[in-house]
């Protein structure tokens, strides 16, 4: 293995034999729901950068994948739409991180009528190489660990993530993004790459490397403040500024004119005409915004119509529009 996976693995052998509670956090509030209880001990070994369980992904009672199981709080969180035997697959390359999850998931079927263990199916394996069969999984996540991959490993990962979807298939993941310039220095420094800080890539490179693997539509769904790191206490002359981002990609047909990626952009057509049409699919009712991909963003703009705005990324994609 890389030497820098082998430090990444001790890094969370070590969260997982004894929780760090300021290893990595989320800037967003942890998921409730309905007759949820979460251990707190989940709560501490929580080591994601985001919120990755949405409702609306888990529809109908889908067969689910997630990669690096941690505390288990994902894990828990996604059974309480998944709730059969093996229903939701953890992953994860660490056998400390198993064992403590295991024994959290125990604890959790304690405070959660609803809830029993049978739920998880916690399997031993690698990112890179994934126990889990071409085409089973509905939706597949990931909270916090692409961003450690270097770039032939994270195609790897991306790739393996891809071969287990279900056409339709969902992957729904966060990570660290930085569009700054991270030096040699950090980069190579494998600590900080596994504590979630100096693997972070530019947003359009992270999503790039999402599409080269066949993703025909991603959406971004949530940009948020993550980290600083400061000269003095970092290798950097400068202030660098890290975000964390969520995203949803979905295997669906790669289209011919490129992918559609949705940054939270709207037109809105302000005519005197009942509708504007562009016979492309897009149909524009007056004073009504809709929802577009960039891709559909640059095709309207190069109209050069004055009765057309288009707005800029909101960073926040909620579903529906073109395409």
């Known amino acids: 293995m890389n030497n820098y ?8 052998r070590q969260a997982a034999l004894k929780p760090d509670i300021g290893l990595c ?11 949820l209880e979460i251990p707190t001990i989940m709560k501490e070994m929580n080591y994601g950068c985001g919120s990755i369980v949405s409702a609306r992904d888990l529809i109908n009672n889908p067969t689910i994948l997630y990669v690096g199981v941690g505390g288990g709080m994902e894990l828990l969180q996604f059974s309480y739409f998944s709730r059969s035997k093996g229903g939701v697959v953890g992953v994860d390359i660490v056998d ?15 405070l959660n009528p609803w809830f029993k263990k049978e739920f998880i199916d916690l399997r031993k394996g690698s990112a890179l190489h994934l126990p889990v069969l071409d085409n089973t999984i509905d939706v597949a996540g990931q909270n916090c660990l692409f ?3 270097k770039e032939d490993d994270l195609k790897q990962a ?4 891809y071969r287990v979807l279900k056409p339709g298939g969902r992957l729904v993941m966060s990570d660290p993004v930085c569009n700054q310039p991270i030096n040699d220095v950090l980069r190579n420094d494998e600590r900080l790459r596994a504590l979630c800080l100096t ?9 790039k490397s999402i599409t080269d693997i066949g993703f025909g539509t991603v959406e971004v769904r949530a940009r ?3 980290r600083i790191l400061s000269p003095g206490q970092y290798a950097t002359d400068e202030l660098i500024y890290i975000e964390s981002v969520e995203v949803c990609a979905i295997k669906d047909s790669l289209p011919a004119d490129g992918p559609c990626v949705f940054t939270g952009k709207a037109a809105i057509y302000y005519g ?3 509708y504007f049409d562009d016979e492309n699919g897009h149909v524009l009712i007056p004073n009504q915004p809709l929802a577009i991909c960039d891709k559909t963003a640059l095709n309207l703009a190069a109209l050069n119509r004055s009765d057309i705005f288009i707005s800029g990324s909101t960073w926040f994609y909620d579903g529906g529009g073109c395409c």
Do not use: W
């Open 5 to 12: 996976l082998d430090t990444t693995i001790d890094v969370y």
């Open 25 to 35: 956090c989320t800037t967003t509030p942890m998921n409730a729901f309905p007759g």
């Open 96 to 110: 400390e991180m198993l064992e403590s999850c295991l024994n959290n998931i125990v604890e959790a079927e304690k």
């Open 147 to 149: 961003n450690i991959f």
């Open 158 to 161: 991306l790739t393996e993530i």
């Open 199 to 207: 693997g972070s890539l530019p947003l359009a490179e992270y999503i």
């Open 224 to 226: 948020r403040p993550y």
């Open 272 to 274: 005197d005409k009942e």
